[in-house]
């Protein structure tokens, strides 16, 4: 994420949106004697408390990437599916160009892809792939069974 | 049930045949990497094409402390992610610290 990062900072826009923890911690547990490590986090209360835990993530991953934060009713979270984690690339007229979803759904190898055909293509996805409007009918928030 | 099993090489074969089956079932499956075990997915709620949602989200601002550490804030600057695509395509990474 961060070397993709480095590479095309100056011809895309990267946002790293801090969304609700997917694995919290029991409330009271985190940062004390039974705390096991940084990542023993409670689930976020406030948008400050998600500003303190995407702080200690920023530090803990070594990445500088601009953070947004999610509001606490999960706009992008819901709106992107980018829980528990995810990745989506938007063309210059708001097209969604690539989204993954999932517990590994940080992939910056294929966003790469992704993107390099987009800067050929003056940022925008290529003719013939219709616009739709709003959203497709809403994911569950869980995997679903096959 | 292991405990129950007394002889070590026994214990290890039962291990060994539980990875082995795991193993298989995993390499049945088709190729999606959102594939889960279990047979569960993790279905997309954008496809490609779609119109992005547009919403506006605060900046996280760091400031360095006085003992040389850093703070995170909610900044009072919020950005709309239209104004952003306009200018730049966008990769937008989600995810939390857990």
């Known amino acids: ?146 | 049930m292991l405990q129950r099993v007394k002889r070590p090489e026994l214990q290890l074969a039962l291990v060994c045949v539980a990875a082995v089956l795991a193993l298989l079932q995993m390499a049945a499956m088709p190729g999606d990497p959102s594939r889960r075990p279990g047979g569960r997915t993790w279905a997309p709620v954008l496809t490609v094409g779609q119109k992005a949602p547009d919403v506006e989200l605060p900046r996280l601002a760091l400031e360095k402390t006085e003992d040389g550490g850093v703070l995170g804030r909610v900044s009072s600057e919020k950005v709309k992610l239209s104004a952003v695509w306009a200018k730049k395509p966008v990769c937008l990474f989600m995810s939390s610290y857990t």
């Open chain 1, 1 to 146: 994420m961060q070397a993709l990062y480095e590479a095309y900072k100056d011809k895309v826009e990267f946002l790293f949106v801090y969304i609700r923890e997917a694995h919290p911690v029991r409330q009271g547990k985190e940062g004390g004697a039974e705390a096991r490590s940084p990542q023993d986090i409670a689930q976020t209360q406030s948008l400050a408390e998600r500003a303190i835990a995407a702080t200690d993530c920023l530090r803990g991953l070594k990445v500088t990437l601009p953070v947004l934060i999610d509001t606490m009713d999960g706009k992008v979270e819901k709106g992107y599916g980018g829980h528990p984690a995810g990745t989506a690339v938007i063309d210059r007229d708001g097209r969604i160009c690539f989204t993954s979803r999932g517990p590994s759904g940080v992939k910056p190898k294929e966003a790469e892809k992704v993107l390099k055909e987009l800067l050929a293509n003056k940022g925008k996805l290529g003719a013939g792939v219709p616009l739709s409007e709003g959203p497709a009918a809403s994911a569950p928030d869980r995997p679903t069974k096959r």
